[in-house]
């Protein structure tokens, strides 16, 4: 049997479906299977890959502007010739994509061969269009395996019978080694956040939530890391405020909870994401939660409905300032809600979702 599987990935960055990839990716290299990364965009390669895994590039212009249709057509058709190209030169095995536009151009690509795709969505189906989810469920149908975070993600797609599909969770894989003895570390009244500075995230709603927190608890700070195109109107929103000395943009850094280990707790506001890793970086290093209750769930899930976190209403700023107050005043409630989490985060120790995903491909590799 042969044991020469390729991943198409979006790109090598760090964005957390890349890092998932590139875990299942490694998994597979570790278990005996030959790994080949086909890598879609130009930017550095920045996501944690064996060195035994070969990368090649076949670059692809997701923000491609083109007036003219056929044109933008046939630049789209020379490319899925090029990928076409790319993998079978590979003899692959068995083909892996993450996240759905990738499973669609993927799928597209190879249309036509027997060889066999997993497909894994990573997203918020609800911010799709009905034309874009029509045509994403109709790649995943095309594939051999479906895999999904979340079970109410599966239940969207209904996908027919005869599509195998699976419910995945994302592993907690710490960026350090060891966890912070936080009992040891005096507390700054930190509040910590991070993450791209992106309209999803919605960082704009958290840095007016903590203005409302400043005028009864000065003593507090908010630190958010992360880059990204809003920096710059984030800044001017953080100017406005009257807590404007205590709110710092912290810019990027490789490990967020080994730099702010001391931080009081972490704050998720986004309005959409699928499973967040920071979540689980968070319960791993023994820093509490509050999380949005954003779309599709995986926060919620995450923090069992409120067991090892606090969950508030997505884009309400004054249930998120109230929930910030809460943590704040009741610091027993955060020892409670960190006890839980360690407990919990053992459901997502790394040997047991790679079990997972190697069962998967030797599974369709038996059946091929």
Known sequence: ??????????????????????????????????????????SKCTVNLDNR????????????????KIKKLYNKLIYLYKLRKA???????????????????????????????????????NVFSSKQFNAYRKAYIHCKYAV????????MYNLPDFVKQKVIPNPCIPRTNSKSDKASEPSEHIILSA????????????????DLVYQKHPEYQLHIYGSGPLEAKLYNQIQSTSASSSIRLAGDVEDVFAVASNSDFFVLSSDFEGIPNVILEAMYAGIPVIATDCSPGGASYLL?????????????????????????????????????????????????????????FNSVLEES
């Open 53 to 68: 895994i070969k990368i090649v590039n076949v670059i692809y212009d997701f923000a491609e502007v083109c007036q003219n």
């Open 1 to 42: 049997m042969g044991k020469r599987a390729v991943f198409v990935f979006r790109n090598l960055g760090t964005g957390g479906a890349q890092k998932i990839e590139a875990f299942v990716a490694n998994a597979l290299c570790n278990s005996g299977y030959d790994v080949i990364a086909i890598n879609m965009a130009s």
């Open 304 to 360: 069992e409905n409120g067991e090892c976190g606090i969950i508030v209403p997505k884009n309400d700023k004054l249930k998120l300032a109230e929930a910030i107050n809460n943590y704040i005043e009741c610091p027993s409630l955060r020892e409670q809600h960190i006890i839980k989490s360690l407990k919990s985060i053992k459901k997502y120790e790394p040997h047991k979702i790679e079990k997972m995903w190697i069962d998967i």
């Open 148 to 155: 999904f975070q979340l079970d109410n993600v599966m239940q």
């Open 87 to 125: 993998i079978l030169a590979q003899k692959p095995d068995i083909v892996c994509a993450f996240l759905s536009d990738v499973v669609r151009i993927t799928v597209l690509a190879l249309k036509g061969t027997a060889i066999p795709i997993i497909g894994s969505e990573r997203g918020d189906p």
């Open 195 to 210: 993450g791209r500075l992106a309209e999803q995230k919605r960082f704009d709603l958290l840095i007016d939530a903590f």
